[in-house]
């Protein structure tokens, strides 16, 4: 059975970092891409980030960019998303997914963790 265990959740201020993992238990991990999802209360999961299986690619979107930043480490079987200038708006709960390709949708992705909870107070 697959597992992605997500941790580095937590409350900061607006402006603060955070760094999230999620280690997977799939092997082998280098042969899979990894993504970054959050969802807020009464809507739906959203993308991210994402990250290609060798780290070559990655992908965000808009209102991220420049702020956060997805990387992986084939070694360790994890994948980070440092947080960086972090807004009230980023507050969310995070998921990390395990898939083939580094997509923009929820259902190319095989595996997900349990989430990890974003605060970001003003």
């Known amino acids: 059975q697959v597992q992605l265990v997500e941790s580095g959740g937590g409350l900061v201020q607006a402006g603060g970092s955070l760094r999230l993992s999620c280690a997977a238990s799939?092997?082998?991990?280098?042969?899979?891409?990894m993504g970054w999802f959050r969802r807020v209360p009464g809507k739906e999961r959203e993308f991210v980030a994402s990250?290609?299986?060798?780290?070559?690619?990655?992908y965000y979107t808009d209102s991220v960019k420049g702020r956060l930043t997805i990387s992986r480490d084939n070694a360790k079987n994890t994948v980070y998303l440092q947080m960086n200038s972090l807004k009230p708006e980023d507050t969310a709960v995070y998921y990390c997914?395990?898939?083939?390709?580094?997509?923009?949708?929820?259902?190319?992705?095989?595996?997900w963790g349990q989430g990890t909870q974003v605060t970001v107070s003003s």
């Open positions: 997914a395990l898939g083939s390709s580094p997509s923009y949708y929820t259902r190319e992705y095989e595996y």
């Open positions: 799939k092997r082998p991990f280098s042969s899979y891409a």
């Open positions: 990250i290609s299986w060798s780290g070559g690619r990655t």
